[in-house]
């Protein structure tokens, strides 16, 4: 299994990151990609990437952090993206539900960080929440503009509906599903995950956030991503090794892992 989405660097790890990590794995998990949300998180996830074999890292301006960012943040943001060991560039995207920074700083940051995953040629990692209207009006043409058509990046943590999926995935997203997929309430997370191409699928936990149904109320760690798959596969009918495997596979190609450095490789 690979966990697409995780904060290793944030706080609530502190007391036991290495012990975490090593749960991931007696659970089966092969790779974890934690995901930067700010300049000093980037930096700390590159750290841990270039500390672990199977821990890769992205770099990225969450829309929460947009006030803040600064030219050359996201100069530095594009300098640490040239690492082999970070694979993506986000998390970015629009939050207009909690606007913990202004809309149009928000805007004028993702679409930055657009323009920089462009140049680098690497996917992206979108956040988004009550702003899907503005972010298509944002990635349709920004998308088209690209010499390919798929591999764009993933939406992660999806919360909308089968529609708005399938409206993603024709654009070249993949959809990342969370633990939230398990919550008895998540109807519409559970159609999509019932009813999205398996190929366009990736799961995630977005620890220390979103716990799956058995540990809500509590810390979310990688290990849980297991719970996320099984949940899946129960909604899809099918085995857990087919979702595990799928989901890695697309999570490996997205990112393009290289095969030389699943293996594991210094940061540099």
């Given at each position: ?18 012990a ?7 659970q089966?998990?092969?790779?974890i990609?934690?995901v930067g ?9 590159l750290?841990?990437?270039g500390?672990?074999?199977d ?20 100069d ?10 970070v ?6 995207g ?10 149009t700083?928000?805007?004028e ?6 323009e920089?995953a ?24 920004w ?39 398990t ?29 799956p ?11 849980y991503?297991?719970?996320t798959?099984a949940g899946?596969?129960?909604?899809r ?8 495997r ?7 190609s997205?990112f ?10 210094p940061?540099?």
């Open positions: 299994m690979i966990d697409s989405h995780a904060h290793l660097d944030m706080h609530e790890f502190d007391g036991d990151r290495e975490v990590i090593a749960r991931a794995r007696t089966g998990v092969s790779t990609v934690t949300i700010d300049l000093a998180s980037s930096r700390a996830a750290k841990l990437a500390e672990h074999r821990i890769f890292s992205t770099a990225g301006i969450h829309p929460h952090e947009a006030a803040s960012c600064g030219g050359k943040d996201l530095e943001i594009a300098a640490l993206a040239a690492n082999d060991r694979v993506a560039l986000g998390e970015m629009l939050d207009f539900f909690r606007n913990r920074s202004p809309q700083k928000q805007v940051v993702f679409e930055a960080q657009l920089k462009a140049l680098l040629k690497l996917p992206v990692i979108i956040h988004c929440r009550q702003a899907h209207r503005e972010l298509l009006e944002i990635l349709v043409p998308a088209n503009s690209l010499d390919r058509k798929s591999g764009l990046g993933v939406i992660h943590c999806f919360s909308g509906d089968t529609g708005l999926a399938r409206r993603y995935i024709e654009l070249g997203f993949m959809i990342s599903v969370p633990g939230a997929v919550y008895p309430g998540a109807k519409d997370m559970a159609a999509v995950a019932r009813e999205m191409p398996l190929d366009k699928m990736l799961v995630e936990t977005d620890a220390p956030y979103l716990p149904q058995p540990y809500r109320g509590k810390r979310n760690e990688p290990a991503i297991s719970i798959v899946v596969a129960r909604l009918g099918i085995d857990t090794d087919t979702v595990s799928a989901t890695a596979e697309n999570a490996l997205l393009r892992i290289p095969k030389k450095l699943e293996k594991g490789a940061c540099r």
